[in-house]
T-cell receptor, first 114, second 110 residues
Framework: DAGITQSPRHKVTETGTPVTLRCHQTENHRYMYWYRQDPGHGLRLIHYSYGVKDTDKGEVSDGYSVSRSKTEDFLLTLESATSSQTSVYFC?????????????FGPGTRLTVT | SQKIEQNSEALNIQEGKTATLTCNYTNYSPAYLQWYRQDPGRGPVFLLLIRENEKEKRKERLKVTFDTTLKQSLFHITASQPADSATYLCALVNDYKLSFGAGTTVTVRA
């Protein structure tokens, strides 16, 4: 398995509280991504990073922010959690060599907002 | 708008048969198409990549075709086994991001 971990693996939080999810890689890959996965919607890109301090929005970025201060860490913050953000969150990494961008995924974080 | 559709949500087949999954896309011109496997409770795992100038790619019992005229990829699992039961996702490379289909869940009966 690619060296990618996510923490926490499970979290229950209340509506209106801020939440931060962490993705850590040991592969020194340039690209990092945050997805959410919900039944009927598949994987949807929230935010991504193409280098330290270089990030951009994906298709479902409202209510989320990210930061990448080191190559190995990519943080996803829910500024004020809502029940609609209950989901499974996956982090992925990609080396990006050759333009093929195959991605390697972490184990996921199951977030429940009550 | 861009759209990726996988033919059906679920596919049930008998062990030993060939499973064929379809991925259709619109309003994309991808240079690459990828297939992933996802087991319940786990992240997707990269299986295969096919380039736009490749018609077919094989890896062990897996075969992928890519028809840029039809805007379609077919994913075949030959001599299927119960261990092949999983959800299979197709993904298109879009700049340095991927856009995923919703997946097809394959169940192989012994």
């Amino acid at each position: 398995d690619a060296g990618i971990t996510q923490s926490p693996r499970h979290k229950v939080t209340e509506t209106g509280t801020p939440v931060t999810l962490r993705c850590h890689q040991t592969e020194n890959h340039r690209y990092m991504y945050w997805y959410r996965q919900d039944p009927g919607h598949g994987l949807r890109l929230i935010h991504y990073s193409y280098g330290v301090k270089d990030t951009d929005k994906g298709e479902v970025s409202d209510g989320y922010s990210v930061s990448r201060s080191k190559t190995e860490d990519f943080l996803l913050t829910l500024e004020s959690a809502t029940s609609s953000q209950t989901s499974v969150y996956f982090c992925a990494i990609s080396e990006g060599s050759g333009g093929t961008y195959e991605q390697y995924f972490g184990p996921g974080t199951r977030l429940t907002v009550t | 708008s861009q759209k990726i559709e996988q033919n059906s949500e679920a596919l049930n087949i008998q062990e030993g048969k060939t499973a064929t999954l379809t991925c259709n896309y619109t309003n994309y011109s991808p240079a690459y198409l990828q297939w992933y496997r996802q087991d319940p409770g786990r992240g997707p795992v990269f299986l295969l990549l096919i380039r736009e100038n490749e018609k077919e790619k094989r890896k062990e019992r897996l075969k992928v075709t890519f028809d840029t005229t039809l805007k379609q990829s077919l994913f075949h699992i030959t001599a299927s086994q119960p261990a092949d039961s999983a959800t299979y996702l197709c993904a298109l490379v879009n700049d340095y991001k991927l856009s995923f289909g919703a997946g097809t869940t394959v169940t192989v009966r012994a």
